[in-house]
């Protein structure tokens, strides 16, 4: 199973990957970007937000 993992050195906190999957993302307690649910969009709606986060810094890892 694929999960989204994210670069927190290259975060932006723009907040664009939980606009688009607030189930997926959110804010950790330092204002980045965290998956805290794998599976709380469908695949095509976290490789939207994947695609939208404007410092490329989500991908897919292999869980
Ligand atoms: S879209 Fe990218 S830069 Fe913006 S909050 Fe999400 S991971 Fe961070």
Do not use: H, T, Y
């Amino acid at each position: 199973m694929q999960i989204p993992w994210i670069d927190l050195e290259n975060c932006i906190s723009c907040g664009i990957c939980i606009s688009a999957c607030p189930g997926v993302f959110r804010f950790n307690s330092k204002g980045k970007a965290e998956c805290f649910e794998s599976s709380g969009a469908p695949e095509k709606d976290i490789q939207s937000a994947i695609d939208a986060c404007p410092v490329q810094c989500i991908s897919w890892e292999n869980d």
